[in-house]
C-alpha cells in the first residue's frame, strides 16, 4: 500500500517510492539517505506527537510530521 | 552503476598551494559527519597545540591545530561536521571552499564504522574534489559490538583510496593514521575518481565540462564545478556569473537541467544525489555484507527510557533543572569567592594608592570591570561542562526531539529550550549556548530574545520595588506577572523575528540521533576551557572596557558646582560638636581635651563597644541586655558615667550629621555626573511612562549589569551604600517620594525587564554573531520595545487610577 512516512505507526517499515517538496529540506531528507528504495522503520513518535524518530541505513534519524508527509513509501 | 576511473578530473592552476608553507610543511584538513568522533581525532593528534578562531564574516569556527611527525610539520584544519557538501548550509559551504581555495595537501574523512553507508555519502562528495582524501574507519569497537564486520582492503580497493581503523575514543590508530597521510603526501598522487551518473546525466557533464574548459580563469576541478552546476548550487553558480563567458555557460546549465528534469520527472540534483547513494549502497553491501539495518541497539533500548512517551518529558525537566542548578546554584559558591577575593584585591589596592582620580579609576573601574568579567566564569565553564555532556552521550539530541512541538509553536527549534532557560539565570551563558543550534536563523532569533528571559540581576531589583509599593500579599502575584510578561514578549518577539527579520521557508528539523555513548574527560575539559579561554579574550574585554565607560559616566566631570559647601557644611557640624562637648563635658569637670581624663575615654570606649554589639549578627544583643550592661557601668562609675555617656551621644550625632552631607554630596555629584546629565536629557523621553530624571540616571547606569539600579538609586535618593540583598532604607526613601507610586514602581520593574541586555549580555552577543550589527540591533529593539509596553502600561494604570 502506498502512503506518506507520517502515517506510519511505531513499529511500522515502509520502502520509500519518492521523496516530494522541495528547497533546502528536501535536499536534507535526500542527504540523510532517505532515497527511494530504502527501507525505514518508524521508531517512536516524541511525548507530544511530533517530531518522530525513525531508523534507516542502520541510524537513528528524527523528523518532523511535516517532513516526514513529504516521502512516499511502499507498505 | 559502475565505478569508473578516468583521467579526465583536472585541477588547473595547481600552483597556489594555499596554506601550504614549505616543503616541510603538510596541510590537513579533517572532514568527516558530526558525531563521527572527528573532533576527538583531532585532539588525539595535535594535544594542546591547537587554536579556535572564526572564518572571515561567519560565525562558523575554524579550528586549527598542528603537529610534528616524522620531521614533518603538520597543520591539522578540523572542518565544521557536515553530511554533504551542497551550498545550502553554511558548514557545508565553509567545508568545501577549505577544500577548493586552500587544496590542503591531504583531507582526511572520519567515518563512523558503526553508520558506514550514510558516511561514505560525503566521503564520495570529497573524493569528487579531486584532492588526495585517506579514510580514517572510526569507532570500529562500537561497529564490532554490533556485529558490522567491515572489510577495509575491500573498501581501499572499491574507492581507490588508503583505509585505516581506528578507535578515537581510546585514542587507537592515531600513528597508523599520521603514517597513512605521510605516506600519501610523499606519493603525492591522487586517484582520480568518477562516479557514474548515468549516461544522461553523463552526456550533460561532458556537454558543461567542455564548455567550462573555455574559461580561462577557472581554479576548479571541472567535472566537479559541471556537477554543482547542474545540481543548481546557487554558490557556484554565482561565482560562474562573475566569469567572463559564464553567462553563456550558465543558460547552457539551464537548457541542459530542463531536459533532465523531463527525463527524470524530478529535479536533477535529486537524481544526482541518489546515484550517489545508490553507488555507496554498492559499496556498503560488499564490503559490509549481512547486516541487519533495523536491529535493536543498546542506544534504542536506552532510548526506550529517555524519550519515552510519558516518562520522557518528566526525564528531561529533571535533567533540564539539574543543569539550571548546576549553572547557577553551584557557580554561585566558587562566584562568591571569586567575588571577595576581588574585593579583598580592591581594598588592598585601595590602602596602596593615594586618594585620587588614580585610585577612583583602579578600584571602581577597572577591579570593579575585571570583577564583573570573572564573576561569570563559574557560571560558563560550568555551563560548557554541562552542554559538552549533553552533546557527547548524546541526549542532546533526544532534548530536542522531545521539546521540540512546544518550541517549533513559537518558529524556534527545539534545541532553543536550553539557552531560553538558561537565561533565567544570566543572558551571558544563555547567548553562548546557542552555539548548539547549528541553523544560524533559528539560532540569531533564539539569541534576540534569550534576554527576555528575567536574569537573576533583575531579581533584586524587583524585590526592591515590590518590598516598598505592593502589600506582601500582592508581591508574590507581582514578581510572577513581571516573570510571564518577559515569556509571553519572549514568545511573541520570536515570531514576529521569525516572520520579518528571517523569512523564508523553514529548514529542516530532520536530525540525526547520535547512539549514547559515555563521553571522555579529555573531550569534555578541552571544550571547557576552550570556551571559557575564548569568553576571556573576546568578551572580557569588552565588558572592561564597557565598565570603565560606565565608572567615567558616573564619576565624571569632577569640577562640578554643587548648589552648597558641603565642607563648610562639615566643619559646622564638627564645630558645634566641640562647642557642646566643651559647655557640657569638658568645662564641668575642668579638663581641656578629652584625652586628658583616661578614664573617660576609655568608658566611652566601653558604651561604644556595648552598643555596636547590638548590630553584630553573630553576637546580637537585646536592647534588655544592652540596658543591663549599661546600668552595670553606670554603678561601677557613678560619676563620670553621665559624661561619658552625653561623649558618645555627640559623637554619634556628629557621625551621623557627617554622613547625611557626604550621601548628599554624593547624589548631587552623580545627578551632575554626565550619567546624571544624560538621565535630565532624556527625561521628557520617559516622562510619559511616570520616569523622573531619577529614574533616567538609573537606567542608564544600570547598562553596566541591572542589580546596579538599586545601588544608583541609592545614592540618588542620598541613602549611600545599598546592599542589593537589604534594601530596607532605600524602599522607605523611594515609598516616600512623590514621585513614586506603585504603578511607576511597576512600570520600572517593566522597563527593566525588557530594555537593553546588559552590557556583558552585549559583549558576549558581539563576540557570538561575530557582527556589530546584532548587538546595535538587540539593544535597540529592546530599548523601544520597553518604552512601547512601558507607556502602554502606564497609561492604561493612569486612565484606571
Known amino acids: ?75 | 552503476m559502475k565505478f569508473g576511473r578516468s583521467d579526465a578530473g583536472r585541477s588547473i592552476d595547481d600552483t597556489q598551494g594555499g596554506l601550504l608553507m614549505s616543503t616541510k610543511s603538510l596541510t590537513v584538513a579533517l572532514a568527516g559527519n558530526p558525531n563521527s568522533g572527528k573532533t576527538t581525532i583531532f585532539n588525539n593528534i595535535t594535544g594542546a597545540r591547537q587554536h579556535v578562531g572564526n572564518y572571515p564574516g561567519v560565525t562558523v569556527e575554524r579550528r586549527e591545530g598542528f603537529r610534528r611527525y616524522q620531521g614533518k610539520e603538520l597543520l591539522l584544519v578540523d572542518l565544521p561536521g557536515t553530511y554533504s557538501l551542497t551550498a545550502h548550509s553554511l558548514d557545508e559551504l565553509v567545508a568545501r571552499n577549505v577544500i577548493v581555495n586552500e587544496k590542503p595537501d591531504i583531507i582526511v574523512n572520519i567515518l563512523d564504522a558503526s553508520n558506514l553507508e550514510r558516511n561514505l555519502y560525503l566521503a564520495v562528495q570529497l573524493l569528487e574534489l579531486e584532492r588526495p582524501v585517506v579514510l580514517a574507519l572510526n569507532m570500529t569497537d562500537v561497529a564490532e559490538a554490533r556485529g558490522l564486520k567491515i572489510n577495509d582492503e575491500l573498501l581501499s580497493h572499491k574507492l581507490g583510496i588508503s583505509v585505516v581503523r581506528m578507535v578515537g575514543n581510546r585514542n587507537r590508530g592515531t600513528d597508523d593514521l599520521l603514517q597513512m597521510v605521510s605516506d600519501a603526501a610523499a606519493a603525492n598522487a591522487h586517484q582520480p575518481f568518477n562516479l557514474d551518473y548515468g549516461q544522461e546525466i553523463e552526456a550533460k557533464i561532458k556537454l558543461v565540462t567542455e564548455a567550462l574548459e573555455a574559461l580561462t580563469e577557472v581554479k576548479y576541478p571541472l567535472r566537479w564545478l559541471a556537477i554543482k552546476l547542474l545540481e543548481n548550487d546557487q554558490d557556484v553558480s554565482s561565482a560562474i556569473k562573475l566569469v567572463v563567458g559564464g553567462f553563456k555557460i550558465l543558460s547552457l546549465v539551464e537548457q541542459a537541467r530542463g531536459e533532465l528534469k523531463v527525463i527524470f520527472n524530478d529535479e536533477p540534483e535529486l537524481v544526482i544525489a541518489e546515484s550517489r547513494y545508490r553507488f555507496v549502497g554498492e559499496v556498503y553491501r560488499q564490503v559490509a555484507p549481512a547486516n541487519n539495518d533495523l536491529g535493536k541497539t543498546t542506544s534504542d533500548r536506552i532510548d526506550n527510557v529517555l524519550t519515552h512517551r510519558v516518562l520522557g518529558l518528566p526525564i528531561f525537566f529533571g535533567i533540564m533543572w539539574l543543569l539550571f542548578n548546576i549553572v547557577f546554584t553551584v557557580g554561585a559558591y566558587p562566584q562568591e569567592w571569586l567575588e571577595q577575593g576581588i574585593t579583598w584585591g580592591g581594598a588592598f589596592l585601595g590602602q596602596n594608592l593615594a586618594d585620587g582620580a588614580l585610585k577612583s579609576l583602579v578600584v571602581d573601574g577597572i577591579i570593579g570591570g575585571v570583577g564583573s568579567v570573572i564573576s561569570f566564569l563559574p557560571n560558563i565553564l560550568l555551563l560548557f561542562l554541562g552542554i559538552a555532556l549533553l552533546e557527547d552521550t548524546g541526549y542532546m539530541a533526544r532534548a530536542a526531539f522531545v521539546v521540540d512541538r512546544v518550541m517549533r509553536a513559537v518558529g524556534l527549534h527545539g534545541k532553543s529550550f536550553i539557552p531560553l532557560l538558561l537565561g533565567f539565570g544570566c543572558s551571558v551563558p544563555a547567548i553562548m549556548g546557542t552555539r548548539t543550534l547549528e541553523n544560524p536563523r533559528d539560532r540569531m532569533v533564539t539569541i534576540l530574545v534569550a534576554p527576555l528571559m528575567s536574569c537573576s540581576a533583575r531579581l533584586p531589583v524587583y524585590t526592591l520595588l515590590t518590598a516598598a509599593f505592593f502589600s506582601p500579599q500582592l508581591a508574590g502575584t507581582v514578581l510572577f506577572s513581571v516573570y510571564v510578561a518577559g515569556i509571553v514578549l519572549a514568545i511573541f518577539m520570536a515570531l514576529i523575528f521569525r516572520k520579518f527579520l528571517f523569512p523564508g521557508a523553514a529548514e529542516a528539523f530532520v536530525m540525526e540521533m547520535p547512539p549514547y555513548h559515555l563521553p571522555t574527560i579529555r573531550s569534555i575539559f578541552t571544550h571547557m576551557w576552550e570556551r571559557s579561554v575564548l569568553y576571556l579574550k573576546k568578551a572580557g574585554t569588552l565588558i572592561l572596557v564597557a565598565s570603565i565607560l560606565v565608572w567615567f559616566a558616573t564619576n565624571y566631570p569632577t569640577n562640578i558646582e554643587y548648589s552648597k559647601d558641603y565642607d563648610q557644611e562639615k566643619t559646622q557640624v564638627e564645630e558645634s560638636f566641640s562647642a557642646q562637648v566643651t559647655q557640657n563635658i569638658l568645662i564641668p569637670l575642668q579638663i581641656e581635651n578629652p584625652e586628658d581624663n583616661e578614664a573617660l575615654g576609655a568608658l566611652v570606649g566601653e558604651i561604644a563597644a556595648i552598643n555596636d554589639a547590638k548590630d553584630k549578627a553573630e553576637q546580637a544583643l537585646s536592647a534588655a541586655a544592652i540596658a543591663d550592661k549599661l546600668d552595670e557601668l553606670q554603678q561601677a562609675q557613678s560619676i563620670l558615667y553621665p559624661y561619658a555617656m552625653q561623649y558618645y551621644e555627640f559623637e554619634q550625632e556628629k557621625q551621623s550629621e557627617t554622613e547625611k552631607i557626604d550621601k548628599e554630596q554624593a547624589g548631587e555629584k552623580l545627578a551632575k555626573s554626565y550619567a546624571g546629565q544624560f538621565g535630565k536629557t532624556i527625561e521628557p523621553v520617559i516622562r510619559p511612562l511616570g520616569f523622573d530624571w531619577k529614574i533616567g540616571v538609573s537606567l542608564v547606569s544600570a547598562m553596566a549589569a541591572k542589580e546596579v539600579l538599586v545601588s544608583t538609586l541609592g545614592t540618588i535618593y542620598d541613602v549611600g551604600e545599598i546592599d542589593e540583598e537589604d534594601s530596607t532604607s532605600l524602599q522607605e526613601a523611594l515609598a516616600a517620594d512623590p514621585a513614586f507610586s506603585p504603578l511607576v514602581a511597576y512600570c520600572l520593574m517593566i522597563f527593566t525587564l525588557i530594555y537593553s541586555p546588559c552590557l556583558a549580555a552585549l559583549a558576549v552577543l558581539r563576540r557570538e554573531t561575530n557582527s556589530w550589527k546584532w548587538p546595535a540591533f538587540s539593544f535597540c529593539y529592546s530599548t523601544v520595545l520597553a518604552w512601547i509596553i512601558t507607556l502602554a502600561v502606564y497609561q492604561m494604570g493612569m486612565m484606571l487610577s
Open chain 1, 1 to 75: 500500500m502506498i502512503k506518506t512516512l507520517n502515517q506510519l505507526g511505531s513499529g511500522e517499515t515502509g520502502v520509500v517510492i519518492k521523496v516530494y517538496g522541495s528547497g533546502p529540506v528536501k535536499r536534507r531528507i535526500v542527504d540523510m539517505g532517505i532515497v527511494a528504495e530504502t527501507l525505514i522503520q518508524v521508531q517512536k513518535l516524541a511525548p507530544l506527537g511530533d517530531p518522530m524518530e525513525i531508523k534507516v541505513k542502520n541510524f537513528n534519524l528524527s523528523l518532523r510530521k511535516s517532513e516526514a508527509a513529504l516521502i512516499e513509501v511502499r507498505t
